[in-house]
């Protein structure tokens, strides 16, 4: 059988993912910018490093056998990563193809399916710190070697809540860009207090923010300073609001699920959130830590190779830094 491994070294992985072309994600290139991502060699990451960079103490649920995980438990002084694991089977027509193709084509093709793989890691990571930063915690469908689904699950602890009245609705008769201005102050000033001044951004649902829209376009000369930015933001007051529209697969109920409820938005501090890496379960990666590892395993029965993708994500979060608001009735 024609041998992939050739084209799957850690030196050709690395150089393909270095210069692969940057997968936007609003959540991640936002709160999650480079710099606050690091690997860690250890298998299991102190609670004491998170807490160090977040201030917030995870706790972690989870139960798989093929990963393998030892049932369904709790840590509280070390967490695992969740491993995303994502393959592509090359059957034997594929290979028999490959035979055929010269060096540059070969290299081409290794690249596409590397890059593929790596956009369903991404994906999957973007998922998981949206779910942490807006909800302080992560609840997703874990795939077990019998086919059936556990959730894993961390925690970091609940975020801020601050209650409209029926009057401080967005779309109630009387809202104004002066009454949202109001609110995004109020719940600055609960930021503030609960010790997560500083920069702030605010992730609005789709329907929160087209009736934002919607009032900037009913109103002749608004009292408060109001701008839509070249990235399609709006600046209210100096409050940043950026439209969250993005959704994701649930694979457990094949289902389409908004990473934020359109009715509700999400004011943030910046400065509170960090994306470890954890080391890869695979003796071909040296066990060490890296954002995601590609590797070709041969397969019997029939004969193929299966392109198996993995990476260990763990985004960490202040929870006190985040506040939610439902401001649709």
Known sequence: MFDLKPYFTAVRIAKRFQNAPIIKDVVMDT????????????????????????????????????????????????????????????DGVTLNNLKLANSTTLEQWAERKQLALRRTARLTAAVLCAQAVFDGSISYPLLESNGSYATYTVQYGDVLTYNTTAQEKWNHADASM?????????????????????????????????????????????????????????????????????????????????????????????????LFYGPIDDLDSNLQAMPMFVKPLKMDNPSKYMLIGESKPLPAVAPKATIKATVLT
């Open 31 to 90: 709160l999650f910018p480079p710099e606050v991502r690091q690997t860690v060699e250890s298998p299991v990451i102190p609670v004491s490093d998170i807490q160090q960079v977040v201030g917030a103490v995870p706790v972690v649920h989870r139960g798989a056998a093929s990963i393998p995980l030892r049932g369904d438990v709790t840590l509280n002084t070390y967490v695992e990563p969740l491993p995303v694991r994502i393959h592509d089977d090359i």
């Open 178 to 274: 002066m009454s949202i201005y109001k609110t995004l102050e109020e719940m600055s000033s609960k930021l503030d207090k609960a010790g997560h001044g500083g920069e702030k951004i605010t992730f609005a649902g789709v329907l929160a923010f087209t009736t934002i829209l919607t009032l900037i376009e009913a109103t002749d000369k608004p009292k408060i300073p109001v701008k839509i930015m070249d990235d399609g933001s709006i600046n209210l007051g100096g409050h940043k609001i950026k439209k969250m529209a993005e959704t994701y697969p649930d694979p457990e109920n094949d289902t389409v699920k908004a990473k934020l409820a359109p009715k509700e938005i999400r004011m943030i501090a910046t400065g509170n959130t960090a």
